[in-house]
């Protein structure tokens, strides 16, 4: 039985501020959980106009406070950013509030420009020592950890908080390494992913955290009563991931309707930003779905659509768990 989960990046909507789209990001997590989807997970973004979500596990706790049933995560907090013994504190934390519920997703991307990344007091060279990191972390959750002796990460230490590695950069590998689940986008190239998902399952490492390979695919998917009306439900992204290729910022996202014609450079950027992208009808959806796990055997879909429009982006949602109930 495949599952179907949530990332949700709170996206500003144009007219909107930042705080509106944090409290959005909460009543949508509760309508999630009343669709049946398995998790709900928020991003880490430092210094984006266009994007809310910057301290994932304070808006965890939010989402969690929110909900009783859904699992609640980040997808994920940037490890190079913070000290490990911090973010196990922090999910300790969480997982004392909410337990059962909590997830810890990582990742490795430090911030898109060098005064973030000063801001963070952090530098590229930090992403080589990831898997250091990580294995830090995962040491002061298990009270194995040995770089800093006699030092106890309160309140996490024996509590079981699943954690899962965001494939960037190498990620997949270190996921097998350390026997941890992987999250992987689906991309344009469904070679490189089916290649870098076997990679993963052959190298994996069985572990207390997960005694077999687990793979999240996630994926832009819109559905809708036409192929056009959903194709129409991811251009507000797409457009601003264009806007972001070629000007420096990734926008607040515009309706439909204020989304100029772009230029030739424009529409380029604009095709690779769709180029994964699945939308359409139910039958249309379900057929692309199904293909997108046949070829990675991928145990769970985590999906990422953002729109304009918050009552389409629901409705789209709603189609897509019908979907998975028929396909379960």
């Known amino acids: 039985m495949t ?72 997808g994920g907090v940037m490890l190079p950013n913070h000290r490990p013994l911090i973010v196990a504190e922090q999910f300790g934390v969480l997982e004392s509030l909410f337990p059962g519920r909590i997830d810890m997703g990582l990742g490795r991307s430090v911030g898109f420009t060098n005064g ?9 060279e930090v992403v080589d020592d990831f898997g250091e990191r990580l294995a830090e972390l995962l040491g002061w959750l298990d009270g194995t950890q040995r770089v800093h002796p006699g030092v106890h990460a309160v309140p996490v230490e024996g509590l079981r908080v699943p954690a899962f590695v965001l494939a960037i950069d190498g990620g997949a590998d270190i996921a097998a390494a350390q026997g941890l689940p992987l999250v992987i986008a689906s991309g344009r190239d469904r070679g490189r992913l089916v290649g870098a998902i076997e990679r993963y399952r052959d ?55 204020d989304i100029p014609v772009p230029d030739e450079r424009e529409r380029r950027f604009l095709d690779e930003a769709r180029g994964s992208q699945i939308h ?29 429009d918050p009552a389409e982006r629901l409705d789209s949602y709603r189609r897509l768990a019908a979907l998975a109930t028929v396909r379960a």
């Not at 409290?23 to 949508?28: A, E, G, K, Y």
């Not at 973030?116 to 590229?124: E, H, Q």
């Open 116 to 124: 973030i990344r000063r801001a963070l007091g952090v530098g590229k």
């Open 280 to 308: 359409g009808t139910e039958a249309e959806v379900a057929e692309a779905v199904g293909e997108l796990l046949d070829a990675t055997g991928a145990e769970e879909i985590l999906v990422t659509l953002n729109t304009f």
């Open 3 to 74: 599952r179907f989960s949530v990332l949700d990046r709170s996206l500003v909507r144009a007219g909107q501020d930042t705080a509106a789209a944090l409290r959005d990001t909460v009543d949508f997590a509760r309508r999630i959980e009343d669709l049946g989807y398995h998790r709900f997970w928020v991003s880490e973004h430092h210094s984006v106009p266009g994007v809310a979500g910057s301290a994932p596990t304070v808006l965890a706790a939010a989402v969690a406070s929110a909900t009783s049933r859904i699992r609640v995560g980040t």
């Open 203 to 257: 190298a994996f490492r069985p572990s207390a955290q997960a005694p077999a390979p687990y793979v999240i695919v996630a994926a832009n998917i819109a559905v809708a009563e036409t192929s056009e009306r959903a194709a129409l439900l991811q251009l507000p992204e797409a457009w601003a991931t264009v806007v972001s290729r070629t000007r420096g910022v990734f926008p607040a996202l515009s309706a439909v309707a």
